[in-house]
């Protein structure tokens, strides 16, 4: 007898996976079991089954855009910088 069933793989952010798997097993489902319930969703409402919103910029993003626009207060900052301020940001979670 052949199955219907294949293996679907996919990546997804660790700490996201963990902080999913916490909700979604509170529930009694399982990874496979969530994937599937969210699959007949998008298939019963052919597309995504909540809305799907933009998040609109505070105003620290907004002056930075414009300033980025008109060329204004603009400081060099190397990958190396970048990385550990990202790094530490991390460590703030």
């Known amino acids: ?3 219907n069933t294949i293996n679907v793989t996919f990546r997804m952010d660790k700490e996201d996976k963990k902080h999913f798997e916490r909700i979604i ?3 009694g489902l399982n990874l496979s079991s969530a994937f599937n319930v969210f699959a007949k969703a998008v298939i ?4 995504i089954p909540f809305e799907l919103k933009s998040h609109t910029p505070n105003e620290e993003t907004i002056k930075t855009i414009e300033n980025i626009e008109k060329g204004e207060n603009l400081e060099e900052v190397t990958m190396e910088q970048l ?9 703030k979670a």
């Open 83 to 91: 990385k550990a301020e990202y790094e530490a940001q991390k460590l």
């Open 1 to 3: 007898m052949q199955s």
């Open 25 to 27: 097993n509170s529930m």
């Open 44 to 47: 019963r409402d052919n597309g």
